[in-house]
């Protein structure tokens, strides 16, 4: 099945959420202007709307991890939906039963929403492709492949920092070959439109289909920077710092690592972006995480609003959304 | 202390949940059709009864199960209670606090439930029987004693395939012994007054006093199913099948694994039952769990208006349910 | 920074409850009023005030605790608030962030409070030192220091049982050394102006600057009880039973355990209260503990409503408290 239409209904609306790439331009501008809404929300006092309440959300993570399940938790509660935490590696899939019969199963029990992490490339989109037809998928993270809400968030915060992407010119910074971050943002800035994409990073992590991916290679940090808007860094995964792909990590600090001084080779009125969780010292110095560009905290903050418009969306919750709703 | 009286209040209504045995026809037909009421409240957009808003549920986990876990969490939450799952082995027993101290602590903060998993039969019993005079203990599988729940839901599904019992004949096949699931299914056919129950496997999975229950014993697939209306498999444990109970686990399917072809041997219209997590290839074949008399995921989807249905009974807020209240 | 300032905002209103130390006695009276008001809530059918509603709470735990944590979760769950449990041994500090990132995101998420335990003592006092300005951090529990929470539940049971603080002598018998409990009980009991405090054990488990505190230091239970109206007897940590502090579980029994015989030494309306969980037949025997005079059961009952109110206060949501909301 083509992993293009898979994510749209019949009716070429949203109803899963598993990659970037094949969605068109404008519904990534609408889920970012719904985001927007939702943003004053997170900011009010009783911080939490209506649109999904009695919706069931599953967050089923074959992978663990405590920071992107609180935010999707955090985001699904604020929506006024109720959340089931399922750790599959604890559950029914080590008595024998198959990924299928557990979907099956929690489909049975009219829950609405899987937010699947997983370990491995493509498990969100064979959820998807197997559904039940009143369920939504949302890829919380599949291998190497794709974080879309990720990537959402991150052009949410550029867009509010830096305006129009058709004048931007972006570096990402890093671990490119194993990243599902960098290769969502990719999709992400070259469908929205930006004037310039570049991946740096050292020949054994850059991936050498790269430019087919229509974005410039550079694997020196002072040619890459020169004339940057939006300076993206990945996290440096501590298992690839002792293997094959890395002399050391205090040589991959001394080539990428983002210091000050490197910081005067982009544009003066560059921003700082970083997925999370950072590695000070690696990947950053903490000047510069700290520093009066850096917008990784502002990520973070819009992440909340930008998923809880995702999965409105991916509900068709938000067709109905109107001011007296949110408030 | 009599354990038919236990799971009645002192005006004959019921408090606990713990077994199937001892209760009267009666009371399990209105549960059934207390549950009918619950379907439509699961299949509506906002899926939520206020019925136990305002009521503080515990799960109370000494073994640990996801799947169980999850639909009482569900349940509960389509009630509008309040949850806390609570797994035993990681908090204070470890700490030397005996069970009955942990309960007298949850019954301090003022929690009104109390659903019990545990490993050793009868300890939903033993909590009953020390339980504070505002909770109600509900059984979520103790040992190889009971499942009641699932009971329930399995009469549900019979119920809602089949209509009447008194017409039907049913074969539950594979690990009696172990079994607490047969256990509350005999209970409940046999209460529901079904024509036949069989029970079908081999010796060493058969309780020699079976035949007290009630119950036709059969060892041979092929006459225990002949005229059979309804079929249970039950799920072979994994710890039995290198034991000594089971020669192997090919052997088992050779013997009872159930085939299409074997289906032959019942009624034409029979349906296929399965408590699940279900073995595919071991106790039953896919042709046949996926097949067009399979409802074992009609089972599932019964399992939460079954339970909501339990839980609102045992609190007392049936009484007052009416079909404004519900929607 | 000054630790007596911290807890309070440019108002002189409570913000963080990290201590009781340098919290002055009113504050301590209006906290144990509003728990007054919120025991009907706890009692009431359905269990709720909208006080915190879309507010949300993070348990932060370091240390693992579920008792703890239940009590909590509890209680912002009865204030209608959103609750998000994240065992921070499990996430992102595994993955080399530091503390100080960890509470930033959570922060940037929009979380209203932190409910903080930590094997560190301080830990509580770091996060709310470098607190964003919309956040509340209460203690939970941090090292050997404080667990103010616990001593306040403990002051509403004294006040609810024998009145008047002005008139009383209360005896803390136990391992005092590195008891966070009695820090916090000792600070309370001088601050609400009991007329004598006494602290009861062996020298190795007696601060040797314990004279400092106002407390009278004894050895030996005998004279400690005398003319006692409330005694408290300390958890014993299993790993203190076997080390350098005691000679045997045996002989502490021998010379410390709070048997029916020694409460003769005591007034005869004393109570006796116990933080839990309770190790039977080593600080206290059974005879005592579920005795007409134990009120260690009714401290677990106080423990919602006190932590509500505590809560509730940190987050300025009394003042406009109103029987009306509260029903």
Known sequence: MDKRNIQLDDNGQLRH?????????????DILDAAESFTSVTEQTVKKVPLLRGKTIVNLFFESSTRTRTTFELAAKRLSADVLNININASATTKGETLLDTQRNLEAMQCDMF???????????????????????????????????QAMLDMFTIRHHKGEFHKLRVAIVGDILHSRVARSQIHALSTLGVEEIRVIG??????????????????????????????????????????????????????YGLTEARLELAKPDAIIMHPGPINRGVEIESAVADGPRSVILNQVAHGTAVRMAIMAKAMQRLPNLSARELH
């Open 202 to 255: 050292p020949k054994t992590l850059i991936p050498v289909e790269a430019h087919t991916l229509g974005v410039h290679v550079h694997h020196d940090l002072r040619t890459g920077l020169r004339d940057i808007d939006v300076i993206i860094t990945l996290r440096l995964q501590h298992e690839r710092m002792s293997g094959a792909f890395l002399p050391s990590e205090h040589e991959y600090f001394q080539l």
């Open 115 to 149: 937010v699947v992490r997983h370990a491995v490339s493509g498990a969100a989109h064979f959820i998807a492709r197997h559904a039940a037809p009143h369920v939504s998928v949302i890829n919380a993270g599949d291998g190497s492949h794709a974080h879309p809400t």
């Open 17 to 29: 959420f598993l990659t970037i790439e094949g969605l068109k331009r404008q519904l990534l501008v």
